[in-house]
């Protein structure tokens, strides 16, 4: 099954605030055009965010680029109780006052290094609590200064995040096995070449029978659907950062076939790529 993009039904800047999540009600495997910091109050369960792994526990902090394949499960017995913060790139990007480049290291890092979770002292747990409970209540309220209020907010969030997390270094608590750690490197590594089941499970050094049933088992999707959402990902970021003719892109990509390309595109962000790059609303 191939993620859902998700929609998100806002201007610029949309919170979840302390949701409990029930392993019912979560979304499978999705992505969407905007970052996400996911703070966890409590509970337990597991979260998928790209090639990785993560056990989530109180104080975790979740930093997830825009277009970053991710999937939450929660522990049905003790359910993880989050906010989840999402903001456009375009919060960033334009910003006038402060430097763009230091107000989103934290995001450039965990897209750069594919590092996801982090982590702070308790006393810098409580002023990030307090950011977001204060962005929530301008949400909430909505005053008229209240959108300028919540971009001055969620500037300081991510300037704390910033200052106290990007010394950290160490993988924290993944268990993925070594077989599907090796797969998801390797698929990234030849999205713009040709990628078939046995190739990828003579690489890991499983039988294909192994990699389709457990692959799918981990991940959600099978491994067709993610490769197809990985080079999507990857073209969907060069029709906005580069001015490659599009049949360029879906060459880099690794699709010969332009109709093909159009298609598959267009089935997952319901948008072909000439309107996906000149008609994206910021």
């Known amino acids: 099954m191939k993620p859902l993009t998700k929609s998100i039904e806002s ?3 949309h919170i979840v605030f302390q949701d409990t999540k029930q392993p019912d009600h979560e979304l499978p495997d999705h992505v969407h055009d905007w970052h996400e910091i996911v703070y966890v109050y409590g509970g337990t369960g597991t979260f998928f965010i790209n090639q990785h792994f993560y056990e989530m526990s109180k104080g975790d902090i979740f930093v997830l680029p825009a277009n970053t394949i991710h999937r939450a499960v929660p522990d049905s017995k003790n359910p993880i109780t989050s906010t989840a913060l999402f903001f456009h790139p375009s919060i960033i990007a334009q910003s006038s006052f402060i430097r763009s480049l230091s107000i989103g290291g934290i995001i450039d890092k965990s897209k750069k290094d594919q590092e996801y979770r982090y982590s702070l002292a308790t006393n810098k747990n409580n002023k990030v609590e307090n950011f977001l409970m204060e962005i ?3 949400y909430r309220y909505k005053r008229v200064d209240s959108w300028e209020a919540i ?3 969620l500037h ?4 704390e995040l910033n200052r106290h997390c990007l010394k950290q270094n160490e993988r924290m608590g993944n268990h993925e ?3 599907l750690k090796n797969s998801l490197i390797y698929i990234d590594k030849h999205l713009g070449e040709k990628l078939d089941l046995k190739t990828i499970a003579k690489t890991v050094s499983v039988s294909p ?4 049933r457990e692959f799918k088992g981990f991940i959600g999707m099978n491994i067709t659907d993610y490769i197809t959402t990985k080079r999507i990902i990857w073209a969907k970021e060069m029709l906005l950062s580069t001015n490659d003719p599009i049949h360029s892109i879906a060459h880099q990509c690794g699709y010969q076939s332009m109709p093909h390309f159009h298609r598959t595109f267009k089935s997952i962000t319901g948008k072909t790529p000439k309107e996906y790059r000149f008609n994206i609303q910021y």
Do not use: G, M, R
Request: aromatic residues 10%; negative net charge.
């Open 156 to 159: 300081l969030l991510l300037l």
């Open 151 to 153: 971009v001055l907010l």
């Open 177 to 179: 096995p070594d077989w």
């Open 11 to 13: 201007d610029f800047i």
């Open 136 to 138: 929530e209540k301008e």
């Open 209 to 212: 029978a192994h990699l389709s």
